[in-house]
Structures are given as C-alpha cells and as structure tokens.
C-alpha cells in the first residue's frame, strides 16, 4: 500500500502527472457539456419532454444517479482548476526567455484560461445555486400541471423553471457572457486534451484545431441559444404566465 501511495504521490508531484490529471478532468467535462447540451436542447421540443428528461435525470439509479454524477463532475472541476492553477505558477516559476517569447506569441485563449476557468467556476456555483439549490426563488413550487393531470402525481415543473430564470435580464446576461469565457477557454482546452494525452502530431494538429473550434462553436451556440430564446423571443413566456 505505501508503494502505491508513493508512486501516486509522485505522480500527481510531477509536472507530467498534473498535466494528465488536468488533460483527463477536462476530457469528462468536455463530455459532459455535450451531454447536459444535448439534454437543454430538449427545451425546444416542449414542457413534456423537458420535464421528462428532468424526471429521468432524478430518478436514475433510485435518485442517487443524479448526486454521483454531480460528486464526480464537482471532484473532476475541482482537480481540473487546481492542477491548472499550480501548472501555470511551475510555468510561471521556470519561465526563461525563450519560455517568455514563445508565451507572448500563444493564442489570447491560451492566456486568459486561468481567468476564464475562474470566472466559469464562479458562474458554476451561481447556476448551482439559482436551478439547483433555487436559493432567494419560488423554482420550486412550480408543478407540471399536465402531468399532475394526467397521472395525479406532483413533479417539478423544470420547463418553467428555466423559462423564467432566463425572463430576467441579468440572469440571461451573465449566463451569456459565462458561456463566452467557457467557449473560448474549450477553444484552446480541447486541442490541449489531444496534445496531453498524445494523440495529435504534425499531420493532425491542423484537423484538431478546427475540432477544437468547431466544438467550442457548437457548445456556444447551443447554450446561448436558450436564454436568447427566451429573453429576446419570448419563447415560452406566454405558457408561463
């Protein structure tokens, strides 16, 4: 056992482990983001089937799908921000000229990730608090009343919930902008998880950038595509009055 504890030990130590704990972190929230996208997309197709969806999520595995899969997401932002963080200050520390140049001439993504990564957790623990926990809301006296209806059972009416969280204006914006600084920060994260991990050379490194690009585009569109549904369209809010 304190052969494994200090080969683990070693390895998280070392500049390489916490670049592949960072990379592999970053690899589960790169899917989960396209998970949870494809489930908010579900907003479209209508209360039924949004609230379905939300059912579902809270049900699985008798309700305790949904609490370790927020256990291994928190764990996996938490790894994923700190080993940055102390891989950006060993950087920082060991920095030579040529170090510096090379630095000067990286994508601006690739410089504001440590700050971008910051504010995302700070908006991270917001959406928590807002849709989750629905601290200083009524979120969750909200019954799905067609449902209630329909089977005479009460369920929350997360359709609704996010109609009119996104009604307001400040909510809408700062999700918005939370969404820009996460976009640009997967702009540059998801060709890095390839590097990391060895899987992009000289031949792929053009076809990956564009991956990367093309990813962080898809992610951004279809998250903003919500609030700006429902704050500049109106989606929705005529079911919610």
């Given amino acids: 056992m304190s052969a494994i504890t200090s080969s683990l030990g070693s390895f998280v130590q070392s500049s390489i482990g916490r670049k ?6 970053g690899l589960i929230l790169v899917l989960f983001l396209a998970g949870h996208l494809t489930g ?36 996996c932002f938490v790894a994923h921000i700190w080993f940055t963080v102390l891989l950006t200050r060993e950087n920082k520390a060991a920095r030579t000229k040529y170090a510096y140049q090379a630095t000067v001439q990286a994508p601006k993504s690739s410089l504001i990730m440590i700050w971008s ?16 926990v629905r601290a200083g809301t009524d979120y969750g006296s909200f019954v799905d009343a067609a449902y209630l209806e329909a089977t005479g059972e009460e369920r929350h009416d997360a359709w609704k919930m996010v109609i009119v969280g996104f009604q307001v204006p400040l909510v809408s914006i700062f999700y918005i902008i939370a969404m820009t600084l996460l976009c640009s920060h997967l702009a540059h994260g998801v060709a ?34 919500i609030p700006i549904a429902v704050l500049v369209f109106g989606f929705g809010c005529e079911a919610c009055k």
Avoid: C, M
Wanted: charged share 10%.
């Fill in 117 to 132: 990564g910051l504010t995302i957790l700070a908006f991270v623990i917001f959406h928590i608090l807002h849709f989750t």
């Fill in 20 to 25: 592949i704990i960072v990379a592999v972190t």
């Fill in 192 to 225: 890095s998880i390839f590097q990391t991990l060895g899987l992009r050379s000289k031949k792929t490194a053009g076809a990956i950038k564009n991956l990367s690009r093309a990813y962080a585009a898809v992610i951004y569109l279809g998250f903003i595509s």
């Fill in 40 to 75: 908010n997309l579900l907003i479209y197709a209508g209360a039924e089937a949004f609230n379905d969806y939300a059912q579902f999520l809270h049900e699985a595995l008798h309700g305790a799908g949904v609490w370790i899969a927020r256990i291994v997401l928190l764990a």
